[in-house]
């Protein structure tokens, strides 16, 4: 339960009244679990990954981007909800845990929409045309990188265009202004977000906070 910082009934009911994942999510998240033991934390909740799918699908999404991938299961979620057609450029710097993400997306049947790119995210962003605009972003890597990321995905983005950004209530942490560790980070990142006038965002206190921005 990621929101520790609520009552700890609450996120397991918010779990408990969320679709849940299938069969293959569930296998992913207990490998994931046995694999990368402390880790594991970095694999979005269920309930995350059910609302991307339905945001992504929401949005009509044909090209989306992930920035920070891990053993894949954000990624799947975001590809199940593409049109017909749809591509999804996942943005990692592991060899070792996309691994486990390209087997699973064999397992979900979704090779041929997932384009795995491996490098420092912000390079292979900055390498992306610029006449090809995005209609999804995801963002769930390293916390000081989020606001480069940003700059990179939001000038790319299409006109109703949607970025969600993972972590964004550090656990509850993101309102102390003594606090340390990516705290200063993200609320740097959550400021830039709120003053910029090119966006519309909403931070949602779901799991460890998920901010929806979605361009004019």
Known sequence: MKASYQDPSVPAYVAAH?????????????ETAALTGGNAGMQIAPEQGT??????QLTGA?????????????SICIARGLVPGGKLIACDVSEEWTA???????????????????????QTLEAMPEDEPIDFAFID??????????????DRLA??????????????????????GNVPAMRAFNDLVTADPQVDSVLLPIADGLTLIRKH
Request: aromatic share 8%; hydrophobic share 40%.
């Open 62 to 74: 044909k090209l989306a981007v992930e920035v920070g991938t891990f053993t894949g299961y954000s």
């Open 100 to 122: 486990v993400a390209r087997r699973y997306w064999e397992k979900a049947g979704l090779t041929d929409r997932i384009e795995l790119r491996l490098g420092p995210a912000q």
């Open 141 to 154: 890597a390293d916390k000081p990188g989020y606001a480069g990321y940003y700059h990179e995905l939001v």
């Open 18 to 30: 969320a679709t849940q994942p299938d069969q293959t999510l569930r296998e992913l998240a207990v």
């Open 159 to 180: 006109p109703g265009g949607l970025i969600c950004a993972d972590n964004t209530l550090q656990g509850g942490r993101i309102a102390d202004a003594r606090a340390g």
């Open 51 to 56: 609302l991307l799918t339905m945001l992504v």
